[in-house]
């Protein structure tokens, strides 16, 4: 009698994990693509609305091809992180950025001693990058009577190197064109009345999957109002973005509906002193696949030139 074969575990899975745990029993599961060289730059990714930290396996093998050390991680509630959606009180933007982050930020800085990592987001994760490096980068300013070599070069000083994002704009309403207003004012504040009354989304219109409510109402806010004021925070978000001046890769795509070329533009206004690099993806740039998701499918030709941008701060064609 010929027992049955072992499931076979996903490529993912066999990646190197290490366990961070957060408040409240929340926990997460990093996977690391290491270098040997322990001064190769070091890349954390940072997941869109409802996706899985795998979704990152193809631009997260990419940039290690290129040289890079890479960290995923999922987002509270979502993937390997634990516990579930429905089994943690909702949560929104505050959490994700002040409480989470700097525990699996501090992870990444234990896995890689005296590494400043960059931040790459996509959509939700590129725009809790931007807050999270912003705010880290404020507070480790030195004061303007500070003597020290550092006190005029916050950027040495900031426990982050950088942050790239794709498909990360404001959700503004009116960031959206004109023949689009009235499409992202009813859809967005559906889906933040929604979360508002349920405690949650379900998933379905722009968000296939569930989102904690508070996440979607701190998102729905933004969208009324384009500044950023997430639920129960003491910190001025756009006063600390407009401070900004870290380099910042901000990266659009053509065919993108949910994160179009005006409303990157419009957040990258929010940001005059960040030392900021735009690189708007065409055919012309090799890139096949140009919509909100199926761009990892061309992490062959962006990985690369997001990694010279890194190394080289060489700006993508």
């Given amino acids: 009698m010929t027992g049955s074969a072992p499931p076979r575990r996903s490529e993912f899975s066999t990646l190197e994990?290490?366990?961070?745990?957060?408040?409240?029993?929340?926990?997460?599961?990093?996977?690391v693509l290491p270098q040997a060289d322990p001064d190769a730059p070091v890349v954390l990714i940072l997941p869109a609305m409802a996706l899985k930290a795998k979704f990152y396996l193809p631009?997260?093998?990419?940039?290690?091809a290129a040289g890079l050390s890479v960290v995923t991680t999922d987002l509270r509630a979502q993937g390997e992180s634990t516990p579930g959606l429905h089994d943690q009180p909702t949560f929104g933007y505050r959490e994700l950025i002040e409480v989470d982050l700097p525990r699996v930020l501090a992870a990444v800085?234990?896995?890689?001693?005296?590494?400043?990592?960059?931040?790459?987001?996509?959509?939700?994760?590129?725009?809790?990058?931007?807050?999270?490096?912003?705010?880290a980068t404020a507070e480790r300013r030195p004061e303007p009577d500070d003597a020290s070599?550092?006190?005029?070069?916050?950027?040495?000083?900031?426990?982050?190197?950088?942050?790239?994002?794709?498909?990360?704009?404001?959700?503004y309403w009116k960031a959206f064109g004109f023949r689009r207003w009235v499409e992202a004012l009813y859809s967005i504040q559906t889906i933040g009345l929604v979360a508002r009354v349920r405690g949650y989304w379900p998933g379905g219109?722009?968000?296939?999957?569930?989102?904690?409510g508070r996440v979607m109402t701190d998102w729905a806010r933004h969208s009324r109002t384009s500044r950023y004021r997430p639920h129960g925070t003491t910190r001025d978000y756009d006063r600390l973005l407009a401070e900004?001046?870290?380099?910042v890769l901000a990266i659009s795509l053509d065919d993108d509906r949910l994160g179009p070329k005006s409303n990157v533009d419009f957040l990258c206004r929010r940001m005059p002193r960040a030392r900021l690099d735009r690189w708007h993806i065409t055919a012309a740039a090799g890139?096949?696949?140009?919509?909100h998701f199926a761009w990892t499918k061309d992490a062959a030709v962006i990985g690369p030139a997001v990694a010279a941008?890194?190394?080289?701060?060489?700006r993508p064609e």
């Fill in 17 to 31: 994990a290490l366990r961070v745990d957060s408040v409240g029993g929340v926990s997460f599961v990093l996977r």
């Fill in 59 to 64: 631009i997260a093998r990419a940039l290690h």
């Fill in 109 to 135: 800085g234990a896995r890689f001693p005296g590494s400043r990592p960059y931040l790459f987001g996509h959509s939700l994760g590129g725009q809790l990058a931007l807050l999270h490096a912003a705010a």
């Fill in 149 to 171: 070599p550092l006190a005029d070069s916050p950027i040495a000083d900031s426990p982050i190197a950088g942050v790239c994002v794709i498909g990360t704009g404001t959700v």
């Fill in 205 to 212: 219109m722009l968000i296939g999957g569930a989102m904690p």
């Fill in 244 to 247: 900004l001046d870290l380099p």
């Fill in 287 to 291: 890139v096949t696949h140009r919509d």
């Fill in 309 to 314: 941008w890194i190394r080289d701060r060489r």
